[in-house]
């Protein structure tokens, strides 16, 4: 099956910083989701993106397909960006989300 | 309310027993999941519905797991004989599922521990 590798695993920001997180993925997609997992566990939508680019306030998200990969941008970050950040990926026609282990981020005050 | 919803939202069973955990989902969406999540972990694949039918089990662990959806709206996750290493957050999610767009929303949980 697909593999779906995020990086990094980990990071800890002050607040205000801005960063990137990564997902790569083995096989050409047709749907791609970034959900945000809140410290209560609550898996909270993000971005539809199987390609191009969107943005939604501080966040926005690029996925380039042919080169397997997708970004996620936060900007200005605030301590209520903490939580993981996972991206799921659908490949091969099929409607099961392969998700990756996730970015674990931490905004200090 | 407009979102999926899971109940209950925590469970604590013994070792050897029965649970059922039940999932709400939005209105209308014709396809709905169930996943298992471990601390640490990505949500990993259990069972997929559309409609009333299971169109792909292939994640469910066992056959102490089973699930159904018998009108096409709330489903239903069984576990038989419950095990130590069953204690996880279960989480389920629908979407319209309409041609390719598959655009999932998810509900917030169910936290079972088996003791």
């Known amino acids: 099956g697909i593999q779906v590798e995020q990086s990094p695993p980990d990071l800890i920001l002050q607040e205000g910083a801005n960063s990137t997180l990564r997902c790569n993925f083995s096989?050409?997609?047709?749907?791609l989701q970034w959900f945000h997992q809140n410290p209560w566990g609550q898996l909270i939508n993000l971005f539809y993106?199987?390609?191009g680019t969107k943005q939604n306030g501080r966040l926005s998200a690029t996925t380039v397909a042919t080169e397997r990969y997708s970004l996620l941008y936060i900007s200005s970050s605030q301590t209520t960006d903490s939580g993981v950040y996972f991206c799921?990926?659908?490949?091969?026609?099929?409607?099961?989300?392969?998700f990756g282990r996730g970015t674990s981020l931490i905004v200090h005050p | 309310g407009a979102g999926v919803s899971q109940t209950p939202s925590n469970k604590v069973t013994e070792k050897g027993k029965y649970v059922e955990l039940r999932c709400d989902p939005i209105?209308?969406?014709?396809?709905l999941y169930w996943y298992r999540q471990s601390l640490g972990q990505g949500p990993e694949f259990l069972i997929y519905?559309?409609?009333?039918?299971?169109?792909?089990d292939s994640g469910l662990p066992n056959d102490r797991f089973f699930a159904v959806r018998p009108e096409g709206s709330v489903s239903t996750l069984k576990i038989q004989r419950t095990e130590r290493g069953d204690s996880a957050v279960y989480l389920c999610?629908?979407?319209?599922?309409?041609?390719?767009?598959?655009?999932?929303?998810f509900g917030p949980g169910t936290r079972l521990t088996v003791l």
């Open positions: 999610a629908s979407s319209s599922s309409k041609s390719s767009y598959n655009e999932q929303f």
């Open positions: 209105s209308g969406h014709t396809a």
């Open positions: 519905f559309q409609g009333t039918g299971a169109a792909d």
């Open positions: 096989d050409s997609v047709n749907n």
């Open positions: 799921a990926v659908e490949s091969g026609g099929s409607y099961i989300p392969t």
């Open positions: 993106i199987p390609s």
